[in-house]
């Protein structure tokens, strides 16, 4: 008896010559829609593109951070309430913000927005620990991301990031920036700014805070929240000591 047999059935085998064209017009889509994506976010920039001038003259304005704040405090009551005095440059000591530019960018006065140096060896950093121990945001980052952006860490929100600060490093003076940075800040819950948290912490201005005080300042910043004056932690006391040693050997420096 023969038996019947059934064919298999051959796999469709596409050949490169078949394949590329659908690759091709996947590509070209693709490309059309992020070049649309990218037009669209350039319009929306436009329309909330800062006014540098007037930034570079004016009052301190509040930042995004400091207007989200009150608005989650008129949901919960419970939170602190909002703490922020801004004042003029001339009256912070220079050695607070000197303090400051030690522990978060030393390199701020040389820059033009953006440390390569420090961003690799924060992530030569990161990669031996295997976890993201330490970012590289410069203090001009910081200031536009506190005035104008939210703390998320989505690529749209670097994007805008990048873009914002370098067009403050080319409208906005060096001390204008570091002016800016030291009065919205935030330095402990609802606390924003070198001035108003001198006068929560040590009841005092913050043109009368001493070495060590400018230095537990600088030392709250990387997370205000957990470390600050009050809460004292070992981190807290270990940074703020490092940060003193960093600032009396760049004097040492400056007076040789």
Do not use: C
């Not at 091709?24 to 929306?44: K, N, P």
């Not at 030690?102 to 950093?125: C, N, P, Q």
């Not at 040590?202 to 997370?223: C, F, G, M, N, T």
């Amino acid at each position: 008896m023969i038996w019947p047999f059934r064919r298999r059935a051959r796999r469709r085998r596409d050949h490169w010559w078949t394949v590329f064209p659908r690759l091709w017009r996947w590509t070209v889509w693709i490309t059309r829609l992020l070049l649309l994506l990218f037009i669209v976010d350039l319009f929306y920039l436009g329309s909330q593109w800062p006014d540098w001038e007037g930034l570079s003259k004016n009052a301190i304005p509040q930042s995004n951070f400091i207007r989200a704040y009150k608005k989650q405090r008129q949901l919960d009551k419970t939170l602190p309430p909002l703490r922020w005095q801004p004042v003029s440059f001339s009256d912070i000591p220079k050695f607070v913000g000197r303090m400051v530019i030690v522990a978060e960018d030393s390199r701020f006065y040389w820059h033009d927005g953006f440390d390569l140096l420090a961003f690799k060896d924060a992530m030569d950093y990161n990669l031996s620990e295997g976890k993201m121990a330490f970012g590289a945001s410069t203090i001009s980052q910081q200031t536009v991301k506190n005035l104008f952006l939210s703390g998320s860490r989505s690529p749209l929100r670097k994007w805008h990031e990048l873009l914002l600060t370098w067009s403050m490093e080319r409208n906005l003076k060096k001390d204008r920036i570091l002016e800016l940075y030291l009065n919205i800040a935030e330095f402990g819950q609802g606390i924003y700014g070198v001035e108003a948290a001198s006068l929560y912490y040590w009841d005092k201005p913050v043109s009368e805070l001493s070495r060590v005080q400018a230095a537990e300042l600088a030392a709250s910043l990387p997370s205000p929240k957990k470390h600050n004056p009050t809460t004292r932690t070992k981190r807290f006391i270990d940074r703020r000591n490092k940060i003193l040693r960093w600032f009396y050997r760049w004097q040492e420096s400056q007076e040789n």
